[in-house]
């Protein structure tokens, strides 16, 4: 069984084994717990000083609560929702690593591989702050010296601007092409 079955067999359970609402002990449930959870996260904030966060959980019956604290606009007091859209910050990393280093196991990638063996072909490729340099390992352990997007110039003005902007890779790299490197790759 490949690793995208089990999600597939999810997918492709029937909506009638889904009971269509939560027994009263089950809502009560989900209620106390998302309190916890809020409780949590206040605390946290009021501990950390941070504007705001939001978190969401999905139990395995596949209940799910999201909750928010703090302030979705600071200058203007708008409380932050669950439902409020968050930059997912470093977040993504995780997934990425996790599913490059299965492709790593598979031999299907290898750490060392030059950047350009994967991604050499795009018309970008030559504008990539130390592209000849780059390897798969160094962008995984941060040592690759690549600018970060979200810290370019015109970055957070083109957010504001349209913050329900789907943004692709392209859209993002397109900030770090022709950019200084902030260190030798391998380097720092």
Same mark, same amino acid.
């Given at each position: 069984? /490949?690793? /995208? ?38 605390a946290l904030r009021e501990q950390a000083s941070f504007p705001g966060a939001s978190a969401g959980f999905v139990l395995a019956d596949g209940r799910s609560a999201g909750v928010a604290t703090g302030r979705a606009d600071v200058e203007n007091k708008v409380p932050l929702k669950p439902t409020d859209r968050l930059l997912a910050g470093s ?98």
């Amino acid at each position: 069984m /490949t690793r /995208t079955a089990p999600a597939l067999l999810a997918l492709a359970v029937p909506a009638a084994l889904v009971p269509a609402e939560q027994p009263p002990a089950a809502d009560a449930e989900l209620a106390a717990l998302r309190q916890k959870v809020q409780a949590k996260l206040d605390a946290l904030r009021e501990q950390a000083s941070f504007p705001g966060a939001s978190a969401g959980f999905v139990l395995a019956d596949g209940r799910s609560a999201g909750v928010a604290t703090g302030r979705a606009d600071v200058e203007n007091k708008v409380p932050l929702k669950p439902t409020d859209r968050l930059l997912a910050g470093s977040v993504g990393k995780t997934f990425v690593a996790a599913v490059l280093l299965q492709l790593v196991e598979e031999g299907k990638v290898g750490l060392d591989d030059p950047l350009a063996k994967w991604l050499g072909k795009e018309e970008w490729f030559g504008r990539l702050p130390n592209g000849p340099d780059l390897t798969v390992r160094r962008l995984m352990n941060r040592t690759s010296g690549l600018p970060e997007y979200f810290a370019a110039k015109g970055f957070a003005a083109a957010v504001t601007a349209d913050p329900d902007k789907v943004w692709t890779p392209a859209d993002r790299i397109a900030y770090v092409l022709d950019a200084k490197p902030l260190f030798p790759a391998g380097k720092d």
